[in-house]
């Protein structure tokens, strides 16, 4: 039996054209509202499954590791390590976690992963208990980033990974940690190596979506974001996948949505995609 809570992290302020690529405000400002500066807000949501032996996190969220001129730049909105108060009130410690699943190493993703910043102090590594998963070619890219996303990884995260003898690359669709109930489909659109972790459950899969679909709005198969790497390969990758997850009943967990964190899907008359069962968190969760 596992159960299935939504972890919600520190969330962000980002600017509106950037998170819909080449979609103009006239579309996307339909979805969501923004301030002064045409920020959105976002969430940086984690998955906590548990199980009886063992607690896994999808995810570790942005966390507070960013020093206040850079917390300030990347819109992060609050101070404390917000995924920490959330998973206890899930009723758990970072300690108490067996198995860390990262999509990828970008900040937004990975930096759940780090203490909270502190004048002079150096970042240490938190989840002592915890294996690390991530696919062979999203740590390849977080050793050798491009110069276009380069600011988007954590200086010195793959060494305290590293260092930590805990890491496990992962280089097909299947984890020795995890086991056969789960397993990954792999994308390249939004950075090359993301990995999407599909779990096992009685009434159909969740699809751990992270930035492939990062919320709702951007299930509409031309909607990207303007992070994305490879836009066109995304859109494929994204339908792809849509396509798979629909006729086997699948739902989707999103990381950014700051009002859904879970939902089914459904396609109409016209071939187009949406959500559809939303749910704003999950406690528990076993369907």
């Known amino acids: 039996m596992r159960k299935l809570t939504s972890i919600e992290g520190n969330s962000q302020a980002l600017d509106g054209g950037a998170l819909f690529g080449n979609a103009p405000k006239a579309l996307w400002s339909r979805w969501f509202q923004t301030d002064e500066l045409n920020r959105i807000k976002v969430s940086c949501r984690a998955l906590l499954i548990e199980e009886d032996q063992r607690n896994i996190l999808l995810e570790a969220g942005i966390g507070a590791f960013f020093d206040p001129v850079m917390r300030d730049r990347y819109g992060v909105i609050e101070e404390r390590h917000v995924l920490l108060d959330s998973l206890a009130a899930?009723?758990?410690?970072h300690e108490d976690i067996d198995i860390v699943v990262l999509s990828h190493?970008?900040?937004d993703h990975a930096g759940g992963l780090l203490t909270s910043w502190q004048q002079d102090k150096e970042l240490e590594l938190l989840f002592p208990n915890a294996k690390f998963i991530v696919s062979k070619e999203a740590w390849r890219r977080a050793n050798n980033p491009h110069f276009r996303d380069r600011a988007s990884y954590i200086p010195?995260?793959?060494?305290?990974?590293?260092?930590?003898?805990?890491l496990e690359i992962?280089?097909?669709?299947?984890?020795?940690?995890?086991?056969?109930?789960?397993?990954?489909?792999?994308?390249d659109?939004?950075?090359?190596?993301?990995?999407?972790t599909e779990i096992d459950m009685p009434s159909g899969p969740i699809v751990y979506m992270a930035d492939?679909?990062?919320?709702?709005?951007?299930?509409?198969?031309?909607i990207t974001m303007g992070y994305d790497r490879y836009p066109e390969k995304l859109i494929d990758e994204k339908k792809d996948l849509l396509d798979d997850l629909l006729a086997i009943n699948g739902r989707l967990f999103y990381t950014h949505d700051p009002q859904v964190c879970l939902s089914g899907l459904k396609r109409d008359d016209r071939g187009k995609y949406s959500a559809t069962s939303t749910r704003k968190s999950i406690k528990k969760l076993e369907i």
């Open 90 to 93: 899930a009723g758990l410690k």
């Open 105 to 107: 190493l970008h900040f």
């Open 156 to 166: 010195g995260l793959t060494e305290l990974l590293t260092n930590c003898g805990r």
């Open 170 to 187: 992962i280089e097909n669709s299947r984890s020795k940690a995890l086991g056969t109930d789960y397993k990954f489909h792999m994308s």
């Open 189 to 196: 659109g939004h950075s090359p190596g993301m990995m999407l």
């Open 212 to 222: 492939l679909v990062p919320g709702t709005a951007w299930i509409h198969v031309p």
